[in-house]
């Protein structure tokens, strides 16, 4: 069963040197608050699993916490490259970054693989691509079927998931709505999952399709109000593209970037904090 407690106790408890860490969102519920606690708890030698990291990534790298990345895509969305992560690819600053490349398809298969309790993920989608030659992870099998030559590719099972929803209820049971990337999957497949919520409610009023996420599959649940900033919450707050457009110039420059990073994240006790930190009064007001 989740429990309920703090962020600060939830990264404690859930999330290791050296471990394998899937944060996952689509579009909104991008993990940010639990991203910058972990930031703040200097957690080291990560591999960061993530069909497409952004900004919360960029920050991560920058701040040397990661060795490894796995990923489909990464980028600032509607605004260009991740300059931290670039840095770390292509200089090796603060620390050498291993890159492991996969499609879209490919990833959200091994996720499904892995919450299935499956070895490996099978797929069409490398038919005539260059990527399996760069990638020794991708692979193939024959189908004791037909016989047809498919691309297979190991499992995702992260040591810890981290994802942000908009409710939870007393029992740890989690409601996401609006866009659904992988997030449940990433929770299925993982030994252990952090979920920050926006707040937590006596009873789920579910739309349809919405997502649950039962209490037995979470291992913590923390409420942090505006957790997913700058991207959104569907139902609660829109995406701040204002913040997005200019982490592009503060990420450019190394130090521009540790002094924004030692000032809003390392210089402030909690997401609260860091809003405050950077001008936001409330959850969703822009910056």
């Not at 957690?43 to 900004?55: C, Y």
């Not at 810890?160 to 409710?167: D, E, G, T």
């Not at 904090?273 to 409330?282: D, M, P, Q, T, V």
Request: a neutral charge; hydrophobic letters at 45%.
């Amino acid at each position: 069963m989740a429990a309920i407690m703090s962020l600060r106790e939830a990264i404690a408890e859930n999330v290791r040197d050296g471990d394998v860490v899937a944060m996952e969102g689509f579009t909104h519920l991008i993990p940010f608050a639990a991203g910058h606690e972990v930031i703040r708890q200097g957690r080291r030698n990560l591999t960061l699993v993530r069909m497409t990291p952004d900004i919360i990534y960029d920050q991560m790298i920058g701040m040397g916490l990661a060795n490894r990345l796995v990923f489909s895509w990464g980028g600032n969305p509607g605004v260009g490259s991740l300059h931290r992560f670039r840095d770390a690819v292509e200089n090796g600053y603060p620390a050498p970054l291993a890159v492991e490349e996969h499609s879209h398809a490919d990833m959200a298969a091994r996720y499904q693989a892995g919450a299935s309790g499956l070895p490996f993920a099978v797929l069409r989608g490398y038919v005539g691509s260059d990527l399996p030659k760069w990638n020794d992870r991708i692979r193939t099998v024959s189908c004791p079927f037909t016989g047809e030559v498919l691309a297979a590719t190991p499992a995702i099972n992260p040591d810890v998931a981290v994802i942000h929803a908009q409710q939870a209820d007393k029992r740890g049971n989690v409601l996401i709505w609006g866009i659904v990337g992988i997030q449940k999957e990433a929770v299925l497949a993982a030994r252990r999952a952090v979920v920050t919520v926006e707040e937590v409610v006596e009873r789920f009023d579910a739309t349809p399709n919405a997502c649950i996420l039962p209490h037995w599959a979470v291992s913590a649940v923390a409420v942090v109000p505006g957790g997913a900033h700058p991207s959104y919450t569907h139902g609660y707050y829109d995406r701040d593209n204002a913040f997005c457009k200019a982490w592009d110039g503060i990420s450019r420059d190394r130090r521009k970037f540790a002094d924004w990073m030692e000032k809003h994240v390392l210089g402030t006790r909690d997401f609260a904090g860091f809003r405050r930190s950077i001008g936001l009064a409330e959850a969703g007001a822009a910056s």
